[in-house]
């Protein structure tokens, strides 16, 4: 059977599915690779695997990543500089391996099989680094008096093996998991797209209930138990999560990979600059496209031509020589409407992509909560509590909005809007932003009343705590989890659902680099305001003493920065066109 027939029959065999009803409208198959049943695959029966998946693998992640610089500084006797230096290379590491499964997903093997793959990365390195953790060998004596002797270079390697090939592992899967989900409800089912939304939002969930967990039993079994059994834990669940996985496997939906997304994004730079001196039609429908009713990328829907970015579909102008020879094969010098549309929508969400760096640079400011809190009363009667321990409100936060927003706010709004999921993607992140502002100000009237009560109490001059309970930053804290849950699951819906069928790995891997991008930016602007602020002999901001800083000045600075930002995103989503596919 010729390539033409085939095309033709699946064309046929789609047209069937849609008008029957019983099969799947978006192309999605089986682990065979066979039309799916709509009544027997996807949908929520198939998220409880990939919801606990989720869970399992950032417990297992947070059960690292939480206590990773204790470790660093007491068992292998690290300095502090050199320990934080470590964990932040890593963890920027780990936002930024996401764009080499994204490649992987979108381009050859599919969702499933890269979570499959970086899965069993991911526990090998768990299993290397409970190892690293328990046996003797590999890792440094204690320390005897004040002599701690350093890792050996051996011991070091062993170490940080492990944690990189977790980088690696949970980079691979973490824009494809979300995505994967996504992919179990049909998008040309009214219903079913309904409850996307709504699994973004349970995902976000998950991922949260593992955090809780790790931040209090696992870090309270590191540093009372040991560090080989609260690795080990970490180890167990991340084997569990990859049960979890596999578990669901006959219930799940595919989406076929496309080809490489890169590749195409090049050829249609390459063909548009190859023919910069023709001419686009004014009938778009002049155009090149295959005449077939799926696209000609595997795996995708056609889009819709859009007049903007025109010097883009003079990759698409069929030339002359092309219309007598008759051979549009060479896609280096000819591409599809669609091929161009793809390229024209990752330039359309750039703008909004940038806007949630400056939000990730926000939320990484909670380091300078845990600071502030240091310097204020913790005690409850004869119990000191951890200023670091108060993080857990802002995912108690989450835990708590997440369900407030998809079953109370989610019914409201879409009475008053209209819109089946009661917000769109990007007003969902607008309120998230204006929500991250309010945060910060609340941090900022915080630290204003106790930096008075130090200058009344004389405490300026002094490295000590300013007798002010630390629950006074619970507002801060629960604003900022409310803000995640607008604006970062926001993020993971936007960029599904605006991306392009076969780029939608890489478009989750895009909005992950956000965090990645907003701790650089973040420790950038600490630098610069520390430089600023310490002129002239002046203490500056953020002194090694709180009392005689000036952290308030930098908290408005930042509600300022966050204003600005949150303008231009109104501008770029006042201006953003929807995707249109066909």
């Known amino acids: 059977m010729g390539a033409q027939e085939e095309r033709l029959l699946l064309d046929e065999g789609l047209i069937q599915n849609e008008s029957s009803g019983l099969y799947t409208g978006d192309g999605s198959v089986d682990i065979k690779g066979k039309p799916v049943l709509k009544s027997k695959t996807g949908n929520w029966r198939a998220c409880p695997f990939i919801l606990g998946t989720e869970c399992c693998e950032r417990l297992a992640y947070y059960g690292i990543a939480i206590n990773l610089v204790t470790y660093l500084t007491k068992?292998?006797?690290?300095?502090?500089?050199?320990?934080?230096?470590?964990?932040?290379?890593?963890?920027?590491?780990?936002?930024?391996?996401?764009?080499?499964?994204?490649?992987?997903?979108?381009?050859?093997?599919?969702?499933?099989?890269?979570?499959?793959?970086?899965?069993?990365?991911?526990?090998?390195?768990?299993?290397?680094?409970?190892?690293?953790?328990?046996?003797?060998?590999?890792?440094?004596?204690?320390?005897?008096?004040?002599?701690?002797?350093?890792?050996?270079?051996?011991?070091?390697?062993?170490?940080?093996?492990g944690l990189y090939l977790i980088a690696l592992g949970t980079g691979g899967i973490k824009p494809c998991v979300s995505s994967f989900g996504a992919d179990q409800f049909d998008d040309t089912d009214p219903t079913e797209r309904v409850k996307k939304?709504?699994?973004?939002?349970?995902?976000?969930?998950?991922?949260?209930?593992?955090?809780?967990?790790?931040?209090?039993?696992?870090?309270?079994?590191?540093?009372?138990?040991?560090?080989?059994?609260?690795?080990?834990?970490?180890?167990?669940?991340?084997?569990?999560?990859?049960?979890?996985?596999?578990?669901?496997?006959?219930?799940?939906?595919?989406?076929?990979?496309?080809?490489?997304?890169?590749?195409?994004?090049?050829?249609?730079?390459?063909?548009?600059?190859?023919?910069?001196?023709?001419?686009?039609?004014?009938?778009?429908?002049?155009?090149?496209?295959?005449?077939?009713?799926?696209?000609?990328?595997?795996?995708?829907?056609?889009?819709?031509?859009?007049?903007?970015?025109?010097c883009l579909d003079k990759a698409a102008v069929v030339s002359d020589i092309e219309n007598k020879t008759g051979d549009f094969s060479n896609h280096w010098r000819l591409c599809t409407v669609t091929q161009v549309e793809e390229l024209k929508i990752l330039i359309?969400?750039?703008?909004?992509?940038?806007?949630?760096?400056?939000?990730?640079?926000?939320?990484?400011?909670?380091?300078?909560?845990?600071?502030?809190?240091?310097?204020?009363?913790?005690?409850?009667?004869?119990?000191?509590?951890?200023?670091?321990?108060?993080?857990?409100?802002?995912?108690?936060?989450?835990?708590?909005?997440?369900?407030?927003?998809?079953?109370?706010?989610?019914?409201?709004?879409?009475?008053?809007?209209?819109?089946?999921?009661?917000?769109?993607?990007?007003?969902?992140?607008g309120i998230g932003?204006?929500?991250?502002?309010?945060?910060?100000?609340?941090?900022?009237?915080?630290?204003?009343?106790?930096?008075?009560?130090a200058r009344a109490l004389n405490l300026?001059?002094?490295?000590?705590?300013?007798?002010?309970?630390?629950?006074?930053?619970?507002?801060?804290?629960?604003?900022?989890?409310?803000?995640?849950v607008f604006t970062f699951i926001g993020q993971l819906e936007f960029f599904y659902d605006q991306s392009p069928d076969a780029?939608?790995?890489?478009?989750?891997?895009?909005?992950?680099?956000t965090t990645s991008l907003g701790a650089y930016l973040s420790s950038f602007i600490l630098t610069v305001v520390t430089w600023l602020s310490t002129g002239g002999g002046q203490a500056g901001w953020i002194a090694d003493n709180l009392n005689e800083g000036h952290l308030d000045y930098f908290f408005w600075f930042l509600a300022g920065l966050s204003l600005l930002n949150m303008m231009v995103y109104l501008l770029c989503a006042s201006r953003y066109k929807q995707k249109k596919a066909s």
């Open 75 to 161: 068992i292998l006797h690290e300095g502090n500089v050199s320990a934080a230096r470590n964990v932040t290379t890593w963890q920027g590491t780990c936002y930024l391996t996401p764009l080499i499964g994204a490649v992987f997903s979108d381009a050859y093997w599919g969702r499933y099989w890269t979570i499959a793959a970086f899965s069993t990365i991911y526990f090998i390195g768990m299993c290397t680094l409970s190892l690293s953790a328990s046996v003797p060998a590999f890792k440094p004596a204690e320390c005897v008096d004040s002599v701690c002797p350093p890792a050996t270079p051996a011991q070091h390697a062993i170490f940080f093996f």
């Open 197 to 310: 939304g709504s699994f973004f939002n349970w995902f976000y969930f998950s991922i949260n209930i593992g955090a809780l967990v790790s931040s209090t039993i696992i870090v309270w079994i590191q540093d009372n138990a040991g560090w080989g059994l609260g690795f080990g834990i970490s180890a167990l669940f991340m084997g569990i999560s990859i049960a979890s996985f596999f578990s669901g496997t006959a219930l799940y939906r595919f989406q076929r990979p496309g080809g490489s997304p890169l590749t195409r994004m090049c050829q249609v730079l390459v063909a548009s600059f190859h023919k910069w001196n023709l001419e686009v039609p004014s009938d778009s429908s002049l155009l090149y496209e295959t005449p077939d009713k799926v696209s000609a990328i595997e795996g995708s829907r056609k889009l819709e031509h859009t007049d903007e970015l025109k």
């Open 348 to 429: 359309r969400m750039f703008p909004i992509w940038a806007t949630g760096i400056v939000f990730s640079a926000v939320h990484a400011q909670m380091s300078l909560f845990v600071e502030q809190g240091m310097m204020m009363d913790r005690t409850i009667g004869s119990f000191t509590i951890s200023a670091a321990s108060l993080t857990t409100f802002d995912i108690i936060s989450v835990i708590i909005w997440v369900p407030v927003y998809d079953r109370v706010l989610v019914p409201i709004a879409r009475k008053f809007t209209g819109k089946e999921r009661g917000f769109s993607e990007l007003q969902r992140m």
């Open 433 to 453: 932003l204006f929500i991250s502002i309010l945060a910060i100000l609340a941090a900022a009237l915080v630290e204003i009343w106790r930096l008075d009560l």
């Open 460 to 484: 300026v001059d002094k490295d000590v705590e300013v007798p002010l309970s630390i629950f006074w930053q619970i507002p801060q804290y629960a604003l900022l989890g409310a803000a995640e």
């Open 503 to 513: 780029m939608r790995s890489l478009c989750s891997a895009l909005s992950l680099l």
